[in-house]
């Protein structure tokens, strides 16, 4: 497993994710919440809004989404 300080990211760093399926959102978020900073959206909409907002560390998200998909926005 490669340190996250190699890839230029601290604890603590915000870090944002994208799912429809909500249960899955979910998760992620708990795992991650110990790393990151962690903001949620569970559609490409409510994403490509909060990243106009705001400038994320890291983004994961699903890539087939209803209204579009994770590569686009």
């Not at 601290?10 to 919440?33: H, K, R, T, W």
Request: net charge negative; with cysteine; glycine share 6%.
């Amino acid at each position: 497993m490669v340190p996250l300080q190699a890839w230029g990211v601290s604890c603590m760093s915000i870090g944002f994710l994208v799912d429809d399926e909500q249960p899955l959102l979910d998760l992620y978020a708990n795992v991650l919440e110990s790393y990151f900073e962690v903001h949620t959206a569970n559609s490409v909409q409510q994403a490509t809004a909060l990243l106009r907002q705001n400038e994320f560390k890291v983004v994961v998200s699903d890539h087939l989404m209803p209204g579009g998909n994770g590569l686009n926005f």
